[in-house]
T-cell receptor
Protein backbone atom coordinates (compact mmCIF):
# COMPACT_ATOMS: atom_id res chain seq x y z
CA UNK A 1 0.00 0.00 0.00
CA UNK A 2 2.83 2.36 -0.91
CA UNK A 3 1.55 5.90 -1.33
CA UNK A 4 4.04 6.76 -4.04
CA UNK A 5 4.52 5.89 -7.71
CA UNK A 6 7.93 5.77 -9.38
CA UNK A 7 9.18 4.56 -12.77
CA UNK A 8 10.75 1.11 -12.42
CA UNK A 9 14.02 2.05 -14.11
CA UNK A 10 16.04 4.95 -15.50
CA UNK A 11 19.40 5.44 -17.13
CA UNK A 12 21.78 8.37 -16.85
CA UNK A 13 25.16 9.20 -18.33
CA UNK A 14 28.04 9.65 -15.92
CA UNK A 15 28.59 13.31 -15.09
CA UNK A 16 25.10 14.33 -16.10
CA UNK A 17 22.25 15.20 -13.77
CA UNK A 18 19.90 12.38 -12.83
CA UNK A 19 16.29 13.46 -12.28
CA UNK A 20 14.15 10.86 -10.55
CA UNK A 21 10.40 11.58 -10.45
CA UNK A 22 7.88 10.49 -7.85
CA UNK A 23 4.12 10.91 -7.67
CA UNK A 24 2.41 11.13 -4.28
CA UNK A 25 -0.98 12.53 -5.18
CA UNK A 26 -2.66 11.50 -1.88
CA UNK A 27 -0.08 13.07 0.39
CA UNK A 28 -1.45 14.83 3.46
CA UNK A 29 -0.51 18.33 4.47
CA UNK A 30 1.76 17.25 7.31
CA UNK A 31 3.45 14.30 5.60
CA UNK A 32 7.07 14.52 4.61
CA UNK A 33 8.56 13.06 1.46
CA UNK A 34 11.68 11.00 2.07
CA UNK A 35 14.21 9.60 -0.38
CA UNK A 36 16.40 6.61 0.35
CA UNK A 37 18.62 4.59 -1.90
CA UNK A 38 19.88 1.03 -1.77
CA UNK A 39 23.10 0.07 -3.41
CA UNK A 40 23.25 -3.61 -4.31
CA UNK A 41 23.15 -5.91 -1.28
CA UNK A 42 23.50 -3.06 1.22
CA UNK A 43 21.04 -1.56 3.67
CA UNK A 44 19.06 1.48 2.51
CA UNK A 45 20.73 4.84 2.93
CA UNK A 46 18.96 8.11 3.69
CA UNK A 47 19.37 10.82 1.05
CA UNK A 48 17.07 13.75 1.75
CA UNK A 49 13.59 14.70 2.86
CA UNK A 50 11.24 17.66 2.58
CA UNK A 51 7.78 18.97 3.38
CA UNK A 52 6.96 21.68 0.85
CA UNK A 53 10.09 23.70 0.21
CA UNK A 54 12.89 22.62 -2.06
CA UNK A 55 15.77 21.09 -0.17
CA UNK A 56 19.45 20.59 -0.94
CA UNK A 57 22.22 18.76 0.85
CA UNK A 58 25.62 17.37 -0.05
CA UNK A 59 24.10 14.38 -1.80
CA UNK A 60 21.12 15.70 -3.75
CA UNK A 61 18.37 18.25 -4.27
CA UNK A 62 14.67 17.66 -3.75
CA UNK A 63 12.12 19.63 -5.75
CA UNK A 64 8.53 19.41 -4.51
CA UNK A 65 5.72 20.81 -6.64
CA UNK A 66 3.57 23.56 -5.19
CA UNK A 67 0.56 21.23 -4.86
CA UNK A 68 2.87 18.63 -3.25
CA UNK A 69 1.51 15.86 -5.44
CA UNK A 70 4.87 15.07 -6.95
CA UNK A 71 8.56 15.56 -6.40
CA UNK A 72 11.88 15.09 -8.17
CA UNK A 73 15.16 13.95 -6.71
CA UNK A 74 18.13 15.46 -8.49
CA UNK A 75 21.64 14.04 -8.40
CA UNK A 76 23.53 16.94 -10.00
CA UNK A 77 26.56 15.05 -11.30
CA UNK A 78 25.84 11.34 -11.32
CA UNK A 79 28.72 8.92 -10.86
CA UNK A 80 28.92 5.18 -11.35
CA UNK A 81 28.63 4.78 -7.57
CA UNK A 82 25.16 6.34 -7.72
CA UNK A 83 23.84 3.22 -9.47
CA UNK A 84 21.21 1.99 -7.02
CA UNK A 85 17.51 1.58 -6.36
CA UNK A 86 16.00 4.88 -5.24
CA UNK A 87 12.93 4.87 -3.00
CA UNK A 88 10.53 7.75 -2.65
CA UNK A 89 8.59 7.37 0.58
CA UNK A 90 5.79 9.14 2.37
CA UNK A 91 5.42 8.40 6.04
CA UNK A 92 2.23 6.48 6.82
CA UNK A 93 0.40 6.86 10.11
CA UNK A 94 -0.46 3.57 11.81
CA UNK A 95 -3.57 2.72 13.79
CA UNK A 96 -1.51 2.85 16.95
CA UNK A 97 -0.64 6.46 16.36
CA UNK A 98 2.97 6.02 15.36
CA UNK A 99 4.28 6.23 11.85
CA UNK A 100 6.19 3.95 9.57
CA UNK A 101 8.02 4.04 6.30
CA UNK A 102 6.33 2.16 3.48
CA UNK A 103 8.81 1.25 0.77
CA UNK A 104 7.55 0.67 -2.75
CA UNK A 105 9.60 -0.99 -5.47
CA UNK A 106 11.58 2.16 -6.20
CA UNK A 107 13.43 3.23 -9.34
CA UNK A 108 16.48 1.32 -10.48
CA UNK A 109 18.93 4.01 -11.63
CA UNK A 110 21.80 2.87 -13.79
CA UNK A 111 24.60 5.35 -14.38
CA UNK A 112 26.47 4.52 -17.57
CA UNK A 113 30.09 5.45 -18.34
CA UNK B 1 29.65 4.80 16.89
CA UNK B 2 29.13 1.42 15.26
CA UNK B 3 25.65 2.47 14.14
CA UNK B 4 23.23 -0.40 13.54
CA UNK B 5 24.77 -3.86 13.67
CA UNK B 6 23.17 -7.16 12.69
CA UNK B 7 24.25 -10.73 13.29
CA UNK B 8 24.63 -13.13 11.65
CA UNK B 9 25.31 -11.90 8.12
CA UNK B 10 24.30 -15.22 6.60
CA UNK B 11 22.24 -18.11 7.93
CA UNK B 12 20.86 -21.35 6.52
CA UNK B 13 18.06 -23.09 8.39
CA UNK B 14 16.02 -26.21 7.87
CA UNK B 15 12.24 -25.99 7.87
CA UNK B 16 10.94 -26.02 11.42
CA UNK B 17 14.12 -24.78 13.07
CA UNK B 18 14.09 -21.68 15.21
CA UNK B 19 16.56 -18.88 15.43
CA UNK B 20 17.01 -15.28 16.51
CA UNK B 21 18.32 -12.49 14.33
CA UNK B 22 20.18 -9.97 16.42
CA UNK B 23 20.04 -6.21 15.98
CA UNK B 24 21.78 -3.60 18.10
CA UNK B 25 22.32 0.14 17.87
CA UNK B 26 24.55 2.42 19.92
CA UNK B 27 22.93 5.74 19.03
CA UNK B 28 20.37 5.74 21.85
CA UNK B 29 17.56 5.62 19.30
CA UNK B 30 14.04 5.07 20.55
CA UNK B 31 12.57 3.68 17.35
CA UNK B 32 13.68 0.36 15.89
CA UNK B 33 12.16 -1.76 13.17
CA UNK B 34 12.62 -4.93 11.14
CA UNK B 35 12.08 -5.20 7.39
CA UNK B 36 12.35 -8.06 4.97
CA UNK B 37 13.27 -7.73 1.33
CA UNK B 38 12.49 -10.31 -1.31
CA UNK B 39 13.84 -10.33 -4.88
CA UNK B 40 12.28 -7.65 -7.05
CA UNK B 41 10.37 -6.15 -4.18
CA UNK B 42 10.78 -3.23 -1.87
CA UNK B 43 11.20 -3.49 1.86
CA UNK B 44 8.23 -4.68 3.89
CA UNK B 45 7.87 -3.82 7.57
CA UNK B 46 7.67 -6.84 9.89
CA UNK B 47 7.62 -5.38 13.41
CA UNK B 48 8.64 -2.14 15.00
CA UNK B 49 9.20 -0.67 18.45
CA UNK B 50 8.82 2.92 19.62
CA UNK B 51 10.76 2.30 22.83
CA UNK B 52 11.84 -0.30 25.37
CA UNK B 53 8.94 -2.54 26.31
CA UNK B 54 6.76 -1.43 23.39
CA UNK B 55 6.39 -3.34 20.13
CA UNK B 56 3.84 -3.41 17.34
CA UNK B 57 3.14 -5.27 14.13
CA UNK B 58 4.00 -4.05 10.66
CA UNK B 59 2.77 -5.27 7.28
CA UNK B 60 3.99 -8.87 7.44
CA UNK B 61 4.27 -9.96 11.11
CA UNK B 62 3.13 -13.59 10.83
CA UNK B 63 5.81 -16.10 11.77
CA UNK B 64 7.94 -13.57 13.63
CA UNK B 65 8.19 -12.46 17.24
CA UNK B 66 10.02 -9.50 18.71
CA UNK B 67 10.76 -8.05 22.11
CA UNK B 68 12.45 -4.86 23.26
CA UNK B 69 13.90 -5.21 26.74
CA UNK B 70 16.57 -2.53 26.24
CA UNK B 71 16.91 0.57 24.11
CA UNK B 72 19.91 -0.90 22.32
CA UNK B 73 18.65 -4.33 21.25
CA UNK B 74 15.74 -5.48 19.11
CA UNK B 75 15.97 -9.21 18.29
CA UNK B 76 13.73 -10.89 15.72
CA UNK B 77 12.72 -14.48 16.42
CA UNK B 78 11.62 -17.11 13.97
CA UNK B 79 9.93 -19.82 16.02
CA UNK B 80 9.47 -22.38 13.23
CA UNK B 81 11.22 -21.37 10.04
CA UNK B 82 9.47 -21.87 6.69
CA UNK B 83 10.85 -21.61 3.14
CA UNK B 84 8.65 -18.53 2.65
CA UNK B 85 10.83 -16.76 5.20
CA UNK B 86 13.86 -16.98 2.93
CA UNK B 87 14.75 -13.34 2.52
CA UNK B 88 17.14 -10.56 3.41
CA UNK B 89 16.33 -8.96 6.75
CA UNK B 90 17.19 -5.38 7.62
CA UNK B 91 17.03 -3.73 10.99
CA UNK B 92 16.69 0.04 11.26
CA UNK B 93 16.64 2.64 14.01
CA UNK B 94 15.84 6.31 14.41
CA UNK B 95 15.68 8.78 17.27
CA UNK B 96 11.94 9.32 17.05
CA UNK B 97 9.40 7.83 14.65
CA UNK B 98 7.78 11.09 13.72
CA UNK B 99 8.64 14.27 12.00
CA UNK B 100 11.96 15.19 10.54
CA UNK B 101 13.92 12.12 11.35
CA UNK B 102 15.77 9.56 9.33
CA UNK B 103 16.23 5.86 9.73
CA UNK B 104 19.61 4.19 9.84
CA UNK B 105 19.75 0.68 8.43
CA UNK B 106 21.99 -2.21 9.30
CA UNK B 107 23.89 -4.27 6.71
CA UNK B 108 21.31 -7.05 6.61
CA UNK B 109 21.04 -10.76 7.38
CA UNK B 110 20.63 -13.12 4.45
CA UNK B 111 18.48 -16.06 5.54
CA UNK B 112 17.82 -19.22 3.55
CA UNK B 113 15.29 -21.77 4.79
CA UNK B 114 15.53 -25.17 3.15
Amino acid sequence: DAKTTQPPSMDCAEGRAANLPCNHSTISGNEYVYWYRQIHSQGPQYIIHGLKNNETNEMASLIITEDRKSSTLILPHATLRDTAVYYCIVRVATQGGSEKLVFGKGTKLTVNP
Amino acid sequence: NAGVTQTPKFQVLKTGQSMTLQCAQDMNHEYMSWYRQDPGMGLRLIHYSVGAGITDQGEVPNGYNVSRSTTEDFPLRLLSAAPSQTSVYFCASSYVPRGQDTQYFGPGTRLTVL
